[in-house]
């Protein structure tokens, strides 16, 4: 079977701004716990699980990104993907917003591509709307079961300290 080639579109300053703030604060979560006295400390773990909640919360936003693929479109926001078969798209545009709209009329908007201040003058989500545009104009084949698909994003580091900043929590709660 053939491997399907996709495009991943994203600024280009996500995944660097990403892996920072995730190095920088679990450097800091780690460096809370090693220099924690023997016992417990309420406030440490309670930075340390603010840490790791800021790790998930970064990693969730910077993870958001489209990625193209020969017959669908992947919307990958914080909290929910969206898989569209191109066959169901209506239109792309930007109001400062990459907006998809499908041809029963609902709204897919795109975290990655939420518009700022600077990319008014980088034009990062005109290139993607016009990259989504030519990708539409292309043939594509009818295939799939023509359906759009919403499912929970799964991110592993934002989730796994996510989970890690709930242990802390709890922990410094029973602690204090």
């Known amino acids: 079977m053939k491997k399907q080639h996709s495009e991943r579109l994203q600024p280009r300053s ?3 701004v990403s892996w920072i703030f995730t190095l920088l604060l679990v450097l800091i979560t780690f460096r ?25 919360l970064v990693r969730r936003i910077m993870g ?3 990625i193209l693929t020969g017959a669908e479109i992947r919307v990958v926001n914080p909290l929910i993907t969206h ?4 066959r169901l798209i209506k239109s792309v545009d930007s109001d400062g917003t990459l907006t998809i709209t499908t ?9 990655a591509f939420g518009g700022s201040v600077i990319d008014n003058f980088v034009g990062t989500t005109d290139r993607a709307v016009d ?21 929970y994003t799964i991110a592993w580091i934002a989730d796994v300290c996510t989970a890690c900043a709930l242990v802390c929590g ?3 709660f029973a602690v204090a």
Do not use: W, Y
């Open 64 to 66: 958001s990104r489209i």
């Open 83 to 86: 898989s569209v078969p191109l």
């Open 170 to 172: 709890v922990m410094a």
């Open 14 to 16: 996500f995944p660097v």
């Open 131 to 151: 990259r989504i545009n030519s990708q539409l104009r292309r043939a594509f084949p009818a295939g799939g079961n023509g359906l759009i698909v919403k499912r």
């Open 103 to 111: 041809v029963n009329g609902s709204e897919i908007r795109s975290t």
């Open 32 to 56: 809370i716990g090693a220099e924690m006295p023997h016992g417990l400390n309420a406030d440490g773990l309670g930075v340390m699980g603010v840490c790791l909640a800021g790790v998930s």
